[in-house]
């Protein structure tokens, strides 16, 4: 059969691997025959090499210097075979190591060491061999994501959540010294600090007073915004110039109480009930990626279920989102998925590859679900606007102390935390921070 004839998925299920030494087997790849494997499968990724000698060779995604043969004759029969994904083929080494070919020292590229030492920082976070492998050879550095205020509880709820622009300058300063390297922002307006900012030039005060005080952390402002907003006012923040900005993937629907702000708070209110539904259309999500990737704004897409991935597939399709897709599983959120292990299991098999993945929990969750996801090789995203508590009975007296857990939390488990300059990297975003 012709090289040209090999489906992207057509690889037999009775495949067996050829032993063959590692010399002969990395000399081979000197004189392939072109091959297109075609796309990955997202829970199982491969490097297609090329044909040699009647056989396939190709390469892991995470072990980019173990090679892997099979024979061409046992790979597709037809062009019709049904698509079958590389994990049932790992699934038929009974022992991934004794397939593993390891080149010699001098055989072994610049590249492929450097491939090697510094792993992708995205890979498919519920494949057993993906994680192990992971383990073996380092996580990527965390991203510690700050949710610094929130658009809904103010000082009323915890008097150290930061309102006004010089309060959050200042709040989002400690969390970035110890370990913070992006920065999610709800910008108030100074009329009333209760609601969120409605126009541009707030916003642009806001993250100036922030870039000022922390040179390079990542700027995340939020459309989702707070209550009784317009979708305009919710988008005013991406004329301010942040480098990512949130992504709401759901209709918002939610109920609760906030509690009375009594004076000598600015603003006093009484307490409220709030009932209501934000859209989030289609066509309003789409709007919003389009005039995201228009201004340079990488967005940080928020799944709530696993009903979004239905619109990240949409967005997919329609350009609207570039490689890596930052994806914030949110949970314990009304309306969304419940908080639990298995639910972040689920919501990580809907992931498209390329995927980074960046977890966040409400209350008494975030603790929990962000060290779960610490461990998985995630990233996480702590501070007052999900969780006003350190631990039970006491309030948290400032984001940098969630934040340090975080670190610390991280260090204990062997995983280094990214600099905000490693989490540039990582994210695909300008190394030059934004100025405003």
């Known amino acids: 059969m012709p090289a040209e004839a090999l489906g992207g998925s057509q690889v037999a299920s009775a495949l067996r691997p050829r032993k063959t030494t590692t010399r002969s087997c990395i000399k081979a790849t000197d ?18 090499l090329g044909i040699k000698d009647g056989f396939v060779l190709f390469r892991l995604f995470t072990l980019r210097s173990s090679v892997y043969l099979y024979p061409l004759a046992r790979v597709c029969r037809s ?19 004794s397939h593993r070919f390891h080149s010699e020292k001098e055989s072994v590229s610049a590249k492929e060491h450097s491939e090697r030492s510094h792993p992708s920082a995205w890979f498919d976070y519920v494949n057993s061999y993906e994680f192990m492998e992971r383990v073996r050879v380092g996580m990527p550095p965390l991203i510690i994501c700050v949710a610094c205020n929130g658009g809904i509880q103010g000082k009323e709820a915890n008097e150290f959540i930061p309102e006004t622009a010089d309060e959050i300058a200042d709040s989002v300063q400690g969390a970035y010294d110890v370990g913070a390297s992006m920065v999610h922002i709800h910008a108030r307006d100074p009329k009333n600090l209760t609601q969120g900012a409605r126009n541009t030039e707030i916003w642009r005060e806001v993250l100036r007073k922030v870039r000022l005080r922390c040179p390079e952390i990542i700027i995340n402002a939020t459309t989702g915004a707070g209550p009784g907003m317009t979708m305009e006012e919710r988008a005013a923040c991406l004329a301010a110039g942040p480098e990512m900005a949130s992504l709401n993937l759901a209709p918002d629907m939610s109920k609760f109480k906030l509690k009375e702000r009594r004076p000598p708070l600015p603003f006093p209110r009484p307490a409220l009930e709030i009932d209501e539904c934000i859209p989030f259309t289609y066509g309003q999500i789409h709007q919003f990626a389009a005039e995201m990737k228009q201004r340079g704004v990488k967005p940080e897409l928020e799944l709530y279920h696993p009903g979004c991935a239905w619109v990240v597939r949409y967005l997919i399709e329609n350009q609207l989102v570039d490689r890596p ?77 969630l934040v340090q857990r975080a670190v610390r939390i991280a260090q204990e488990l062997n995983r280094a935390v990214a600099t ?17």
Request: proline residues 8%; hydrophobic residues 35%; aromatic residues 8%.
């Open 79 to 97: 062009h019709e075979l049904p698509e079958l994904r590389i994990c049932r083929i790992r699934r038929q080494c009974s022992s991934l190591r």
């Open 31 to 48: 004189s392939l025959a072109p091959v297109s494997l075609g796309q990955p499968s997202r829970r199982g990724r491969f490097h297609p």
């Open 420 to 436: 905000p300059a490693q989490a540039r990297t990582m994210l695909g975003l300008k190394a030059q921070p934004s100025q405003y």
């Open 325 to 401: 897709y930052w994806m914030q599983t949110v949970m314990g959120y009304q309306t969304g998925s419940f908080p639990t292990v298995e639910n972040i299991i689920q919501l990580l098999k809907e992931f498209p590859g390329g995927a980074l993945w960046l977890c966040s929990a409400i209350g008494p969750f975030q603790l929990p679900l962000t060290t779960l996801a610490t461990l998985m090789g995630g990233h996480v995203r702590v501070g007052l606007e999900d969780n006003v508590y350190y631990s039970r009975g006491r309030k948290a007296k400032s984001n940098a102390e």
